[in-house]
């Protein structure tokens, strides 16, 4: 069983400008740290509380969620694992954020995708950056192959906002999970997909554009107001 440390995690605003805020949760590629994706906070819409997780298994001088197998293919029940520490970590938040959507970078953009898996309704979005869509092992367990069928049809009703980016000289990626994950979101998602001239495994100042566009549109929820309970802005 893997975990979140709270203690590790950092945070973009100070504990007490936190509660009744649109959290973003950011998930690190492998070998990388909680201290990554923090550094885009400056250029992401300052209306949101970004929280940077550090995955739980070392890996070299940092960390990993689930451990490396076939690129683009690993072991989905070790990904489930690292979904099930997050999720964990989020209920402890309790309910001090109006909506929580995910951020995440190759493997964590991995991780981001199987969390909507899980708890589709629980995530207002999520965006994909050089990541791909686990698949269901060829090899599962009848009850498995059913368990992940059904969280895909449940996904599917809800079709939550994706922003998926990529570069299209990606040599980490293998074409096939490229493939996989487009198609996949297609029929499980509301999903922007952008495809990067001359972007290798990395993101480029283009598709931070885009993506602070697209968390603009999607990180603010509508707040009712009490007297009417009317939408306001």
């Known amino acids: 069983m893997v975990t979140i440390d709270p203690a590790l995690?950092?945070?973009?605003?100070?504990?007490?400008?936190r509660a009744g805020r649109p959290l973003v949760v950011l998930l690190h590629g492998v070998g990388s740290h909680e201290g990554d994706?923090?550094?885009?906070?400056?250029y992401l819409p300052q209306t949101v509380v970004l929280a940077s997780l550090r995955a739980p298994l070392p890996h070299g001088d940092g960390f990993s969620w689930y451990p490396l197998s076939t690129p683009g293919a690993p072991a989905s029940g070790a990904?489930?694992?690292?979904?099930?520490?997050?999720?964990?970590?989020?209920d402890g938040l309790g309910d001090a954020h109006p909506s929580v959507g995910l951020l995440g970078f190759s493997q964590?953009?991995?991780?981001?995708?199987?969390?909507?898996?899980?708890?589709?309704?629980?995530?207002?979005?999520?965006?994909v950056l050089a990541g791909f869509v686990v698949p269901t092992a060829p090899d599962a367990a009848p009850d498995v192959a059913a368990a992940a069928t059904a969280r895909d049809e449940a996904l599917a009703e809800v079709r939550p906002p994706v922003f998926y980016g990529r570069g299209d000289v990606d040599s980490v990626i293998p074409v096939d999970a490229v493939e996989r994950t487009s198609s996949w979101l297609d029929d499980h998602a509301?999903?922007?997909q952008t495809v990067?001239?001359?972007l290798a495994h990395g993101v480029s100042q283009e598709e931070l554009v885009d993506l602070v566009a697209f968390m603009s549109r999607v990180a603010n929820p509508v707040v009712l107001?009490?007297?009417d309970e009317a939408p306001v802005a």
Request: no cysteine.
């Open 196 to 198: 990067y001239p001359g």
């Open 79 to 90: 990904v489930d694992d690292a979904a099930e520490a997050v999720l964990a970590w989020l």
């Open 37 to 42: 994706l923090i550094g885009l906070a400056p």
């Open 190 to 192: 509301d999903a922007e």
């Open 108 to 127: 964590g953009g991995s991780l981001s995708l199987q969390l909507l898996r899980h708890a589709p309704r629980r995530f207002d979005f999520a965006a």
């Open 225 to 227: 107001d009490e007297a």
């Open 9 to 17: 995690v950092r945070w973009s605003v100070d504990e007490g400008e």
